[in-house]
Structure formats: C-alpha cells, structure tokens
C-alpha cells in the first residue's frame, strides 16, 4: 500500500471543524485515498473516499491537493460522538496480494473537547 | 440494507481449545476479510474470501483458517488457543467489484476472544 503519514493525535473543539490531514506522496495515478474510523471498541466504519477531485457525503468532506500528495479530512461540526481514531489508507489496486487487504497505521486519535 | 453481523460478540476460551466465529456480510456482498485488533499490534489483516475462495492471506499461522459458503457468509477458525490470541477480531465485507472506487470495506462490530 502507498505509505500513510497522519499526525498521532489532534484535538477539536465541540461545534467546530475539525481537519484531519495526510500525507500520501508515494500514491500512484490511479490508487483512491479512503478514510475510515474506528470509535473505542467499535469496528471502523467507513467514512469517505477518493481519487482526485474534492468528495463531501453526509458525514464528512475529502479535500485531495492537486498533486495529489495529501489529503485533508474534514467534519463540519465535531461533536463528541466524533472522538475516534481516524486512518487515512490507500489500498493498493485490486489483483494479487491486495485482494480484500486494507492496511491500517496508528491513524489519529482525534478528541472532541465540550 | 442490514449491516454486517458478527456471532458471537464475546467469547472466552481456555488455552488448547479451538473457537468458530462467524460473520454474516452486507446482502449482495460477496467478498469478506477477516481482521486481528490487539493493543500491541493494531488491526491486521487475516485474510479474505471471494465466492468461496481464499484469495489472500495475511502473515498468520497455520491455526487461523477460515472458510466462505455459497451465501457469503464466513466462518474463520482458531485451533491450539493460545493466550496472545486474545484480541478483537473483526470481519468486514465489500463488493469487491472490478471498479476500485466501489471497493470500500464495511466492519461489523467485532467478536472479542478471550483466552484464559
């Protein structure tokens, strides 16, 4: 998998956007950036995804730079219910050793203040 | 659409023993992978199974194995327990379509494997 680099932990503060950035310089043309969440104990959910272009869904925004060497994620309003860890993953294209294989990091462990 | 569904959600065993979890994916989903989530290793990657088919395997021993039926559902399977099996483990499943942007994995909750 392209490597991942994410900061270990963010803070936010209820209300609030918080943007959750990612460093992904080794990605390859054609390779998507996912974002998923793991909230303590809980299976990761999925958040978001994508290639080039900007992607908001009702949970969050991706905002991918033109070189396409990082990635920013973005909750509009942070509530606590938000507090989770976060993992920026670029899975490799499907065939051979990367069927169904997502590899996490240590992610960021983002905390939503009151 | 329900979500995926994983039996049972707490399990404590004895070292020696073997254990079946099971894990029922997304209706129309047809891909399932298997996870390890443990405080010292993070989540790790068991395998994956496609229309029955074990199409790829992550750095385990021989103990894990699993299986996938006709429906999708699977089963993965521990033999000779031993104490750092302890752990969350975790099944996700996908449509694990030809098209990269339709591949995203959906988790279910986890079944947590205590080994005494």
């Known amino acids: 998998d392209a490597k991942t680099t994410q900061p270990p932990s963010m803070d936010c503060a209820e209300g609030r956007a918080a943007n959750l950035p990612c460093n992904h310089s080794?990605?390859?043309?054609?390779?998507?950036v996912y974002w998923y969440r793991q909230i303590h104990s809980q299976g990761p959910q999925y958040i978001i995804h994508?290639?080039?272009n900007n992607e908001t869904n009702e949970m969050a925004s991706l905002i991918i730079t033109e070189d396409r060497k990082s990635s920013t994620l973005i909750l509009p309003h942070a509530t606590l219910r938000d507090t989770a860890v976060y993992y920026c993953?670029?899975?490799?294209?499907?065939?051979?050793?990367?069927?169904?294989?997502?590899?996490f990091g240590q992610g960021t462990i983002l905390t939503v203040h009151p | 659409k329900a979500g995926v569904t994983q039996t049972p959600r707490y399990l404590i065993k004895t070292r020696g023993q073997q254990v079946t979890l099971s894990c029922s994916p997304i209706?129309?989903?047809?891909?399932v992978s298997w996870y390890q989530q443990t405080p010292g290793q993070g989540l790790q990657f068991l395998f994956e199974?496609?229309?029955?088919?074990?199409?790829n395997k992550g750095n385990f021993p021989g103990r894990f194995s699993g299986r996938q039926f006709s429906n999708s559902r699977s089963e993965m399977n521990v033999s000779t327990l031993e104490l750092g099996d302890s752990a969350l483990y975790l099944c996700?499943?996908?449509?694990?379509?030809?098209?990269?942007?339709?591949?995203?994995?959906?988790f279910g909750p986890g079944t947590r494997l205590t080994v005494l």
């Open positions: 199974y496609f229309s029955e088919t074990q199409r």
């Open positions: 994508g290639l080039k």
């Open positions: 993953i670029v899975p490799p294209l499907t065939g051979g050793t990367s069927y169904g294989k997502l590899t």
């Open positions: 996700a499943s996908s449509l694990a379509s030809n098209y990269p942007s339709r591949n995203e994995q959906f």
């Open positions: 080794t990605i390859s043309g054609n390779e998507y």
């Open positions: 209706s129309g989903h047809r891909s």
